[in-house]
């Protein structure tokens, strides 16, 4: 296996962008109908901790930009193929997100909807948001590396 260093920078810039883009997703893009399909209201909304849900889910993210770096640099091949040029682009970084909301965080969060009794709709935009953070998340840290 090759020697591998991590650029922490551009891991935690990745987990930030999480916070960024559910900014947008959960707020004038798709905030009052996840807030429909969640059974979420402003009064509940408005008990949460901020600071702590805030907090936590940058901790989360940062536990995924780190798997996204493992999986661009050393997903493919023991890193004789990732890692090195010409991989080392955004738009192969974001193929290897948008690839792990389709076939990871998809299924998953479809499965618990399933149990949970959630319409598909809550399912598409759960699942649509992770998509999306994860093809950013993939895409800075492949081309930051």
Known sequence: MGDYDINWIALLVAAASSLVVGFVWYGPLFGKAWMKESGMTEEKVKEGNMALIFGLSFIFACFLSFTMWAQVMIGGGGGEIHGQEPFLTFKHGAFHGTLMGLFVILPVLGTIALYERKSIKYVLIA???????LAIMGGIINAWI
């Open 127 to 133: 699942a649509g948001y992770w998509t999306v953070t």
